[in-house]
């Protein structure tokens, strides 16, 4: 399970508090200054039993590797246009929230379904596009059952082969 990540924002801050309305729901989620070492970094809480959390750092903060035993570390270098990056969420907004406060950001937030090609539908979610920058996907409750019937060895094992001899 994965309990927290981390993000680039150029408003830790506000972006932190849009998450928190995504990751609670109608309840909210919780907000706040990250307790790390990071100056300006904050943290949305879905206030769960797994502690999930999203840390939105500074843009220009990098993590690095620490020297000989030593921790990682925060460096600070530009800030790129776009990153590598994307985590699937489950978050307890509704699909009319998630439109709502994408539209209400200004942040690209569209409605897809995934899988192998456009015929093989699996599990649906949005794309909803932090600063435009960042991807996360999000699946509101009622997505996460078709998403977790794939989302392990043998669906998968079982999915490359119906693939494969379609392809044959």
Known sequence: M?????IPARDPQHVAKVLAELLGGHTGGYA???VGPIPGAWVAYAEDAHGTGVEVYPESTILVPGENAGMGAAALREAPAAVAFHALISVKAGRADIERIGAREGWRTLHFWR??????????LYEFWVENRVMLELLTEDMVDPYQRIANGPAQRDLLAHLAGARG
């Open 2 to 6: 994965i309990h927290h990540i981390s």
């Open 32 to 34: 706040g200054p990250f």
């Open 115 to 124: 899988g192998p090609n456009p015929q093989v539908r699996l599990f649906e």
